[in-house]
């Protein structure tokens, strides 16, 4: 089958980058990406390319590109889902926050309404591929709606994660490690599984891409981000032990790093992980493993989550006991607040938490974060419903410029490793600050010996 049609639901971190490559390495097939927040589609549809609603190094350029050409954004779900071959869900799958498995299964009401949609709105076969993270066997699921519709139209399911990282989405995508694709072992699931392994194929290499079996595709996926974050974690085990005994995470992480067998990436200690994925999808294969009576599966994974929450804790600890154990009334500043460079996504962002933790000690917060606005900061923190929002905005103050961020600060900690932070000018910085002047790095980025030549008192993680 030539596929000349693509839909995607859901133009979010996933959908809009994920398909603007697509469009841009398929000038033949026409891709439309289509969402109920109109808000967001408005803004891919921007004149302004600056005002895109998710900001990757290099996104603008390919979306100009394409955008117009063949990549098109809508609200109108029914006509591109009527008019596509194959169609990509790509919508939110957040922890649940209610009823069974409240905080800890994977709220799948988004996907059920677009399987449920589709199957309304078929006439013709269509290819359905699942772009969102998933439990395993939730194709199952999808595929029971989709094959009650008694109108005769038939469907594959394929499961294609995503395995690109924020910040990094672009070149993750034109240069994946693979593409996996999970079908059905019939004739049909193979033919469909084909389909998009020829879209796949106008730019990435026939050895890079994985066919498997959907279950084996649907759990490949959660547990790829499990083993990515309990590396995480590892670290973030060795960084405490190391700051009790004078060794030094980053020299630890180094020798070995150079184990071939464990590999240098993904070793880094910091404050904690963060983002929309690592936690949520743990959480799920924890409560899927529980779900199965698999305890100890389940106990083993939840430590990773457990000691990411124990770091983000330790964090702002630290703070507070440094600064005499009181931080009431101080101005801390924080340079940062996404959960990791070049990206404006703040999900699950460490920095939400240590600002938690120091606003219950009636601490002043002063946020610069170059890609961040006051109004997501103030909105990350009402989420947690720890106190009333006019409260919040009290605490937190927001500034455009770092400079003005520091000044008359009592300490400033370093939530986001944004290159931008090591070129400042670290001493004009002390001279506006009150002394002593802290700097809590935890992100282990800045220059530590230097930042104590000019008069800081200076702490990374681990060391
Ligand atoms: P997102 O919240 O940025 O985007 C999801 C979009 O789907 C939203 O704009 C929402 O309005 C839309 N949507 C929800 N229900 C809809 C419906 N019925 N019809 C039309 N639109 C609808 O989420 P995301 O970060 O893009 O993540 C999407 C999925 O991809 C999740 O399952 C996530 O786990 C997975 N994933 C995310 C990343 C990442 O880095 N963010 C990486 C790999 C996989
Ligand atoms: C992750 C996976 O990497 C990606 O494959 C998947 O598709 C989605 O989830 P993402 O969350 O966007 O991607 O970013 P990632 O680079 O994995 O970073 C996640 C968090 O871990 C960030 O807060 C980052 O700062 C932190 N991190 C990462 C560390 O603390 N140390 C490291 O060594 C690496």
């Given at each position: ?8 639901i ?92 409240k ?42 709606i ?22 990094t989405a ?14 059905d ?35 490949s ?38 184990d ?31 779900s199965?009576?698999?305890n ?6 939840e430590?990773?989550?457990?000691m ?29 607040w ?14 939400i ?16 974060d170059?890609k961040v ?18 409260t919040?905005a ?45 700097v ?16 800081f ?7």
């Open positions: 089958m030539k596929i000349t049609k693509i839909c995607c859901g133009a979010g971190y996933v959908g809009g980058p994920t398909m603007a490559v697509i469009a841009q390495k398929c000038p033949e097939i026409q891709v439309t990406v289509v969402d109920l927040n109109e808000e967001r589609i408005a803004a891919w549809n921007d004149e302004d390319i600056n005002n895109i609603p998710i900001y990757e190094p290099g996104l603008d350029k390919v979306v100009a590109e394409a955008r117009g050409r063949n990549l098109f954004f809508s609200t109108d779900v029914e006509k591109a889902i009527d008019e596509a071959q194959i169609i990509f869900i790509s919508v939110n799958t957040p922890t649940k926050t209610y009823g069974k498995g905080g800890m299964a994977a709220d799948l009401k988004y996907i059920e309404l677009c399987a449920r949609q589709i199957a309304r709105v078929a006439k013709d076969n269509k290819i359905v591929v699942e772009k969102s993270t998933l439990p395993v066997r939730t194709a199952e699921a999808i595929k029971s989709l094959d009650n519709t008694g109108n005769g139209v038939q469907f594959q399911i394929l499961s294609n994660p995503e395995f690109l990282a924020e910040g672009v070149q993750d995508l034109l240069n994946p490690d693979r593409i996996l694709i999970g079908g072992t019939t004739p049909e699931g193979q033919k469909a599984i084909q389909a998009l392994i020829e879209v796949y194929s106008n730019w990435v290499p026939a050895d890079k891409i994985l066919t498997t079996n959907v279950w084996s595709s649907e759990l996926k959660l547990t790829a981000n499990a083993f990515l974050a309990q590396r995480i974690s590892s670290i973030n085990a060795m960084s405490e032990l190391c700051e009790k005994t004078g060794a030094d995470v980053n020299e630890v992480a180094k020798a070995i790093g150079m071939s067998r464990i590999g240098s990436k993904f070793l880094k200690a910091s404050v904690g992980f963060g983002g929309s994925c690592f936690q949520k999808d743990i959480l799920n294969l924890v409560y899927i493993a529980k199965y009576g698999l100890e599966v389940a106990d083993y994974w430590q990773v989550i457990i990411n929450d124990h770091q983000k804790r330790r964090f702002s600890n630290n703070i507070v006991q440094t600064l005499y154990n009181t931080v009431s009334d101080k101005k801390i500043t924080f340079l940062g996404a959960f990791k460079k070049d990206t404006n996504d703040t999900r699950e962002s460490a920095a938490y240590v600002a938690d933790d120091l606003i219950n000690e009636n601490a002043k917060i002063a946020v610069y170059p606005s006051r109004k997501k900061v103030l909105a990350d923190l009402d989420y947690l419903q720890t106190r009333t929002a006019s919040n009290d605490n937190v103050l927001s500034f455009d410029n770092p400079y003005d961020a520091c000044k008359n600060s009592h300490a400033i900690a370093v939530l986001t490793e944004w290159d931008e932070f090591i070129q400042y000018d670290w001493q004009k910085i002390y001279d506006s600050m009150q002394k002593p002047a802290f809590f790095d935890g992100r282990n980025i800045l220059n530590g010996p230097a930042l104590e030549a000019i008069g008192v200076y702490q990374g993680i681990g060391s």
